[in-house]
């Protein structure tokens, strides 16, 4: 047991029926139904491998595409593939989640089987908008369909999904509620380095916050300014343009309206807040870029009004090159601009590569920062990659993650079993 939460060497797994909940949610080319990235299907390797090795019957829960909107999501079948390849050994995959192809492919299982069921947040219960809209309980979320018909059939519930661990949905957190639980190898790594790094972080200390994720970002760097586990931070993306505006700088219409119609304008405030109280330890872009056929780059002072600015500009570069080589930890949380298109890659790429060259311990958290780390090809140079970007916000931020206070409330029973 570690932080109060069982691991795999509490559980004899031999001819059990595991339930493991992993997040190998990648960025998915629909047309081919490729997967463009398989770094967090790699990182579940080992937890999936060893219950197999030890002779449990190994049924994969897992979900694809975004939490909002329906259109996003997609079948689990191409991940099968991949995770047979890396396994080394069948994975079969059954097109239902909880219905009776599922739960028969689930009883048919042989030691050392490993089976994948399909997207489950094809189930409605799984969708954001079902957790924020009922903010059900652990307790209350056990009587979900998803766990009423697929518990029943198994002995043991493993999470290896600590970047999903601030959901509260049902295959994350009601399982523990009426089965022995454990967190997987990927889960108890991830949670032990990140606990490492932040107790106790090499000064000093600079947090990357970009992207489009304009909650998460406010969220943690509200709390790492605030407790003083970031000694700067950094911003690109979405979030300084947040920031430049609430500075009174006219960043042009085209790219206020952006803010505006995507409901994004009440953190502008919030912004102002932070930047009465730590002006003088956030960065923000001197210049930015747009793409008008061609690159182009100006001074905040002088933005186009009718051009998205989707990057920051050699001279903001060269000033984030220079804070990056002085610090001794970095996180990076959210890319400095649409780093998928070549003309704008060029802030991502800069920061990415000066992280990865640097003496500095660093970890990068978040699908699009991950993906761009491999786009860069410079995961090998980053200290510690960690498939999470939602939940290494919340958890840096203080918060005691959904999953993590399941997985305690399951290890606190199976203590009290044992003990009577």
């Known amino acids: 047991m570690k932080f109060g939460i069982c691991t795999l060497d509490d559980f004899d797994l031999s001819g059990r029926t595991v339930l493991c909940r992993v997040d190998i949610n990648q960025p998915i080319d629909k047309r081919t139904g490729q997967l463009k990235d398989i770094t967090r299907i790699k990182a579940c390797i080992p937890t999936l491998k060893e219950l197999s090795d030890k002779g449990a019957k190994v049924v994969v829960l ?175 993306g979405l979030v300084s343009n947040i920031m430049l505006l609430a500075k009174g700088i006219n960043i042009g219409q085209a790219s206020s309206d952006f803010i505006y119609k995507n409901n994004l304008s009440e953190y502008i405030e919030d912004a102002k807040q932070l930047l009465a109280k730590f002006a003088d330890k956030i960065l923000l872009p001197v210049d930015l870029a747009f793409v008008n056929e061609e690159r182009n780059e100006v001074s905040i002072n002088d933005c186009p009004e009718d051009e998205m600015l989707i990057d920051i500009g050699h001279q903001t570069g060269e000033l984030y090159k220079k804070a990056i080589q002085e610090s001794a930890t970095v996180f990076i949380n959210g890319p400095m601009g649409i780093f998928e298109k070549q003309p704008s890659e060029y802030g991502t790429r800069l920061v990415w590569e000066t992280v990865a060259s640097s003496t500095a311990y660093s970890i990068i958290g978040g699908g699009d920062s991950i993906t761009a780390a491999n786009k860069f090809n410079v995961e090998e140079d980053i200290s510690y990659i960690c498939t999470g970007g939602g939940a290494l916000v919340r958890f840096l931020s203080g918060e005691e993650l959904p999953v993590v206070r399941a997985l305690r409330d399951a290890a606190k029973r199976t203590q009290q079993i044992a003990q009577n």
């Open 62 to 236: 897992a979900h694809q595409g975004g939490d909002l909107e329906y259109k996003n999501y997609y079948s689990t079948e191409p991940h099968a593939k991949v995770l047979a390849d890396l396994l080394g050994k069948p994975v079969q995959f059954v097109e239902d989640v909880i219905g009776p192809t599922a739960r028969e492919a689930i009883k048919a299982l042989k030691e050392g089987g490993i089976l994948l069921l399909d997207n489950v947040r094809f189930v409605a219960e799984e969708m954001t908008l079902f957790e924020t809209k009922l903010n059900l309980n652990a307790e209350e979320l056990s009587q979900s369909q998803t766990v009423k018909r697929l518990a029943p059939l198994a002995d043991l519930y493993v999470c290896d999904a600590f970047a999903a661990a601030h959901r509260s949905q049902p295959s994350l957190v009601g399982f523990e509620h009426v089965l022995p639980s454990a967190m997987g190898r990927l889960f108890e790594e991830e949670f032990s380095v990140i606990s490492s790094v932040m107790e106790n972080p090499a000064r000093p200390s600079l947090f990357i916050l970009g992207g489009a994720k304009i909650q998460d970002a406010f969220m943690m760097m509200n709390t790492v300014l605030t407790n003083g586990s970031a000694d700067k931070v950094m911003t690109g």
